[in-house]
């Protein structure tokens, strides 16, 4: 795995792309709101910038038979993403992918892989850095070596200061899925059911985009460009047609935390979010449409 390398990703998308990418998050529920059109009408389209996780996706990379993982008992445990640039609603990408780290737990808990994919325009310009971290469940034993990802706090013990709730569709891992993860996880009920899930799931990084949208809906409606920074843990999964409700903290000197639960079942399914936003003039002087 050290000595493991990714071939360039390049990745050309369209408006069409990214209405669709909204769409599958559940942007439109409402067609008559301003703030929603604005993701899903072509009139002065918005990327939602959580759309930098699916972005030039490398592929079925864990399947490569050099790196003899155990693909199947594989469990994506977080994710990351800083925006160095605002993401244009339609354009070229180019991602270089690196392992940056893996640890080891031993032969019985399995192994963490850290994941780095660096975004880039077709100008060469860096757009994001988004960080994944993999559960190897079968590969415990395999050694270790870089750096793991900062710990994730947990969150306050107080009533939320917002709190949102969003119905998903029945359909909408079929309609996600368009965007790029075919995984038939997400589609197969057989194949669910192997995996150990009662029918296919939502994909993880469709409900971390749904709280994307809850944060930007709550604290910078209207203003996608204003946030920099998102991390999650992923804790359980979510069934199609569930309601996922997010609760957001807003700590000292403008920290944003949260976490989102399903409310059929009252479990947390995302937890230990954290989020950063520009203050609204920075995000909008051009001078600082880069990040460092």
């Known amino acids: 795995m050290r000595r493991f390398r990714f071939d360039e990703t390049r990745q050309g998308y369209s408006n069409k792309d990214t209405i669709l990418y909204a ?64 993401l244009p609603p339609a354009g070229e990408v180019i991602a270089k992918y690196r392992v940056t780290g893996v640890v080891d737990r031993g032969a019985a808990k399995g192994a963490l892989l850290y994941l780095r994919k660096d975004l880039r325009d077709a100008d060469g310009q860096p ?6 971290t993999y559960m190897l469940r079968g590969d415990g034993g395999c050694g270790m070596f870089g750096a793991p990802e900062p710990e994730l706090a947990p969150l306050p013990e107080r009533a939320a200061d917002h709190v949102l709730r969003q119905p998903t569709l029945p359909q909408q891992a079929l309609l996600y899925r368009l965007s790029g993860d075919m995984n038939p996880l997400h589609a197969s009920p057989e194949l669910a059911r192997q995996a150990g899930f009662d029918r296919p799931i939502l994909h993880g990084l469709c409900t971390m985009g749904i709280a994307c949208r809850a944060l930007m809906a709550a604290l910078c409606p209207g203003a996608p460009e204003r946030l920099r920074h998102l991390s999650v843990r992923f804790s359980r999964p979510v069934y199609p047609g569930e309601t996922i409700q997010t609760e957001i903290f807003a700590l000292d000197a403008g920290e944003i935390r949260f976490r989102s639960r399903v409310v059929e079942r009252d479990v947390v399914v995302l937890d230990r979010g954290r989020a950063e936003l520009l203050p609204a003039v920075l995000a909008a002087s051009n001078e600082m449409e880069v990040l460092r």
Do not use: C
């Open 127 to 132: 757009v994001a850095r988004v960080s994944s």
């Open 23 to 86: 769409l599958g998050l559940g942007f439109g529920s409402d067609p008559l709101s301003r703030d929603e059109l604005r993701f899903t009408y072509e009139e002065d389209l918005r990327a939602v910038p959580a759309m930098v996780n699916i972005l030039a996706h490398p592929g079925l990379w864990v399947q490569r038979p050099e790196l003899r993982l155990g693909w199947q008992k594989l469990l994506h445990a977080e994710q990351r993403f800083d925006i160095l640039r605002p």
